[in-house]
């Protein structure tokens, strides 16, 4: 009985906030044709913003553009198929996409792949959008038709989303246009320093963060509270060396610290309670998108990671496309006891344990093998010339107790089967793989732990740091460490580096979670691409390590838009 109230709860939390988004979707996105119609979907003074709910629901249209953080275009392809953790493997004639995916990979994007401009456009749409929100609630203010005390707490978790996205396009980018006034004419913003940016953004957070509610229930879910604010300063805080040049990591302690102290999150018990398909309310969750199936689309892990055959272990009304996965040093890197690794299963039986990967031979819902109906399809003029898997038709995810490489080569004949696959959420029977209705934990308190771990780490506080660590570990049921030193994940054979076991525990904890190539590049490690690429990579693709690559480039058609821009060094 508890556990079934419990998921109605967080059912109901969900509910609460997709609400919101969905109603301003109808009310803002209606079309109208009869001119002389009175006019009930515009915003008014004397039609809207009239009440506390109405503000809320205004709101929404701010949180819209989080929709695309789980999608594989975007942030995620840039923050994660850049380092040791993903890959997209051209297999045959899939996922070729005239080589964007293999120079992701290999850091030999240019100004032309497509996923630039994604990120640019998830950051500022974001960013244009709060400007215009805070620009009509400051507007009724100074009509008079709202008083500034009560607009002041919205205004603030505008700036607070407007923050965020500013974040995204300073750890991408790097330089920027600054906008914060929705009604400036200046149609070509020019280009800022990382650093002015940087400055402006902490400035504004540090001001909004404390009148933004301390609540954490059905209200805040969703949106960004008081904690959720100090989430978001401690990432900017403890990236801060990176973005100006001048390590913050007292400030980044303070900052988690706010939340660790208010007693109101803790960590699951189990680790997988983030990750289920009726995740909303998680206690570890500080700031959560909201994903559905229907009401809020996006989240696409289930469509982009699993292969064809996959319909047939989960029901799928679709067919996923047979694309992302992790590197063989990675998954690796989890010990077998560790529960956040999973099992593999064997060739007789599918396994028992959920985990981050999926790994070894797939099982319809039914019984039997998933196999691989293209393994007997040749293709002509290829060698080899079969892509389907090394050991026959079953189906078998990167390769599980056999000799092969978990993946051959990143492409173009990179094997069907190539790579375990994203198996960290939940995948719900009879679901859409490319809307899955599990919300995304962007801020949680397993990581506000290990924020606060690696800055007690670089102030010289080993010891406090190693306890939080072993805090983590102990719910992954793994043996606590002894020393945060050790040898990195992509290279585990090779020398131990001062805080090697922190770097791997905080890349095993949140996996997946679009944080890693900001952790390489804050480590310093971001350039070692060669050591987690050069296995697998074919020659005729060119892998580049330089020193530009720690910042993308402005995609050429926003340059040509916006002759403002300043181009990045090296592209």
Known sequence: MKTIIRNNMRRSLKLITVSIIALFTITFNQSCTKLDEELYDSVTPANFFTTQEEFI??????????????????????????????????????????????????????????????????????????????????????????????????????????????????????????????????????????????????????????????????????????????????????????????????????????????????????FFANFNVNNSGSKEFIFAIPYDEVFFQGFQYGVKSLHYGSQDTYNFTAQPWNGFCSLEEFYKSYSDADVRKGDAGTVTAPATKRGTFLAGYQYKNGGGKVMDDGFEVPQPNRVPPLLGDPDGAPLNFGNIGSTQAQINELGPQAYRQSGVRIGKWEYALGAQPQNMSNDYGVFRYADILLMKAEALFRTGNT?????????????????????????????????????????????????????????????????????????????????????????????????????????????
């Not at 038709?145 to 505008?158: G, P």
């Not at 890693?516 to 693709?541: C, E, H, M, Q």
């Open 463 to 571: 010891a406090e740091a190693l306890i939080l660590v072993n805090q983590i570990r102990a719910r992954a049921g793994v043996p606590a460490l002894t020393s945060l030193d050790g040898p990195l994940s992509y290279d585990m054979t090779g020398p131990v580096v001062p805080g090697g076991e922190l770097f791997n525990e905080i890349g095993r904890e949140l996996a997946f979670e679009n944080h890693k190539r900001t952790n390489l590049i804050r480590w310093g490690f971001f350039l070692d691409v060669s050591k987690w690429a050069l296995p697998f990579y074919n020659p005729g693709d060119r892998l580049e390590a330089g020193v530009k690559t720690k910042l993308f480039p402005v995609h050429k058609d926003k340059i040509a838009a916006n002759p403002n821009l300043v181009q990045n060094p090296g592209y």
């Open 57 to 270: 629901s205004a709101l929404g249209a701010a949180y819209t553009r989080f929709a695309d953080w789980a999608t594989s275009d975007g942030t995620m392809a840039l923050q994660e198929v850049t380092t040791d953790e993903m890959v997209v493997p051209t297999r045959g004639q899939d996922w070729d996409d005239g080589g964007n995916w293999r120079r992701l990979h290999l850091h030999s994007w240019t100004r032309e792949d497509y996923q630039m401009n994604n990120g640019w456009d998830f950051g500022f749409s974001g960013v244009n959008t709060a400007n215009r929100l805070i620009y009509q609630f400051q507007s009724l203010v100074t009509g008079g038709q709202v008083s500034q005390a009560a607009a002041d707490a919205f205004i603030a978790e505008l700036e607070t989303v407007r923050g965020f996205f500013y974040w995204q396009l300073i750890d991408m980018f790097g330089n920027v246009p600054l906008v914060t006034d929705f009604a400036s004419t200046e149609s070509a913003p020019a280009t800022k320093s990382r650093l002015e940016v940087y400055n402006f953004v902490i400035g504004n957070l540090e001001a909004a963060v404390p009148k933004l509610s301390k609540a954490v229930d059905g209200t805040t879910y969703g949106r960004m509270n008081y904690y959720a604010g100090q989430a978001l300063l401690a990432k900017l805080y403890l990236n801060a060396g990176v973005y100006t040049g001048t390590n913050q990591w007292t400030k980044a302690i303070a900052a988690c610290n706010e939340i660790i102290n208010s007693g109101k999150y803790s960590l699951e018990s189990n």
